[in-house]
């Protein structure tokens, strides 16, 4: 059975940093790419970042672009997202997310989220 | 970017009704729209990919249908645990976009 937890969210002053972390089983980490999507309180889904299954091919949302960084331990398991300068807008549930395919995919697991608070 | 609009925004029905919710793109994504259902304090599930083929363990009370630019959801017969919201979501086209959600409650 698939499982994504995610960790390492909290609060965090404007232009601070943080660290989320997921942690995968239950499948073949290495061969599947990993998606990173948010959900500003009340608000819908929005997709951040992706990374290929051997972490070569990375892709950001505008907004993030040079301030988050995607990576991946395929030895841990383990997904990471490094969000630097964060915003306000910045605040959100984040979610880590399994690509059903390659390409352009839909994503066929999700772990339960983890917050992060950007306020002062 | 893909813009993604569905209706109705919330929408209130009962157990046994039949629902269906409408997601349109600002243009033409050739079927290639997923359908998930999220709960409060949870990860979406998804439940239909290309439009409408439905996920492996999905109840077949879920459909969907659609082409082009216009898709449709549709849940035959309401039950108790599908009161959640639903979020369409393209991937013919970068950045992934979803839609802003639909809100189905118990009246």
């Known amino acids: 059975e698939v499982h994504l937890v995610e960790s390492g969210g909290g609060l965090v002053q404007p232009g601070g940093s943080l660290r989320l972390s997921c942690s995968a089983s239950?499948?073949?980490?290495?061969?599947?790419?990993m998606t990173w999507v948010r959900q500003a309180p009340g608000k819908g889904l929005e997709w951040v970042s992706a990374?290929?299954?051997?972490?070569?091919?990375?892709y950001y949302t505008a907004s993030v672009k040079g301030r988050f960084t995607v990576s991946r331990d395929n030895s841990k398991n383990t997904l990471y997202l490094q969000m630097n300068s964060l915003r306000a807008e910045d605040t959100a549930l984040y979610f880590c997310?399994?690509?059903?395919?390659?390409?352009?995919?839909?994503?066929?697991?999700w772990g339960q989220g983890t917050r992060v608070t950007v306020s002062s | 970017d893909i813009q993604m609009t569905q209706s109705p925004s919330s929408l209130s029905a009962s157990v046994g009704d039949r629902v269906t919710i409408t997601c349109r793109a600002s243009?033409?994504?050739?079927?290639?729209l997923a359908w998930y259902q999220q709960k409060p304090g949870r990860g979406p599930k998804l439940l239909l990919d290309?439009?409408?083929r439905l996920e492996s363990g999905v109840p077949s009370r879920f459909s969907g249908s659609g082409s082009g630019t216009d898709y449709t959801l549709t849940v035959s017969s309401l039950q108790p645990e599908d009161f959640a919201t639903y979020y369409c979501?393209?991937?013919?086209?970068?950045?992934?976009?979803f839609g802003q959600g639909t809100r189905l409650e118990i009246k």
């Open positions: 997310a399994k690509n059903k395919m390659d390409g352009l995919p839909s994503y066929e697991y």
């Open positions: 239950g499948f073949i980490f290495s061969s599947f790419a």
């Open positions: 990374i290929s299954g051997s972490g070569n091919s990375i």
């Open positions: 243009q033409g994504i050739s079927n290639s």
């Open positions: 290309t439009a409408s």
């Open positions: 979501q393209q991937h013919y086209s970068a950045p992934i976009t």
